[in-house]
C-alpha cells in the first residue's frame, strides 16, 4: 500500500510561499517514497494585444 505523504509546518509554508503571487502558472510537487523531494513553480506572463498602436498622422 501507498505511503501517505507527511506535510509539516515546514513544507506548508513552502507550498504557501510557491503560491502566493502566482497570477497564472502552476506548482509541482515532486514526491518519492511518501516525502516531498522538490517544489516547481512555472509561472507564465499574460500580455492583452501586441503592443502600443502606430499612428498613421
Known amino acids: 500500500m501507498a505511503e501517505f505523504v507527511e506535510l509539516n509546518e515546514g513544507w506548508l509554508a513552502r507550498i504557501?510561499?510557491?503560491?502566493?503571487?502566482?497570477?497564472?502558472?502552476?506548482?509541482?510537487?515532486?514526491?518519492?517514497?511518501?516525502?516531498?523531494?522538490?517544489?516547481?513553480?512555472t509561472e507564465k506572463f499574460r500580455y492583452e494585444g501586441t503592443g502600443e498602436k502606430k499612428s498613421n498622422a
Open 16 to 41: 504557501t510561499e510557491a503560491v502566493t503571487g502566482l497570477k497564472y502558472g502552476t506548482v509541482q510537487i515532486v514526491v518519492h517514497d511518501g516525502r516531498i523531494v522538490q517544489i516547481e513553480r
